[in-house]
């Protein structure tokens, strides 16, 4: 049960919201200003360091809860 819990869990997890999956592009047709430009890839970046960040987040909590696990199951 705790298993199986655990991997609906991480499947919830790692599932990438629909916005993020076509931003490989991230210039926009038609921005043709340096500036414009550089804002659009500003937000690119900071969108891919909440990303990072969120998954250090999920690799530490998850982390700890396979070592408290395994310390309890002793």
Request: charged share 20%; net charge positive; with cysteine.
């Amino acid at each position: 049960m705790k298993s199986a819990m655990l991997a609906l869990l991480l499947c919830i997890a790692l599932s990438v919201p629909p916005s993020l999956r076509g931003a490989t592009d991230n210039i926009p047709p038609g921005t043709a200003t340096y500036r414009e430009r550089s804002a659009v890839e500003k937000t690119i970046r900071s969108r891919y360091r909440d990303l990072e960040v969120a998954s250090l987040v999920l690799i530490l909590l998850v982390g700890g809860g396979a070592i408290l696990w395994a310390v309890r199951k002793k």
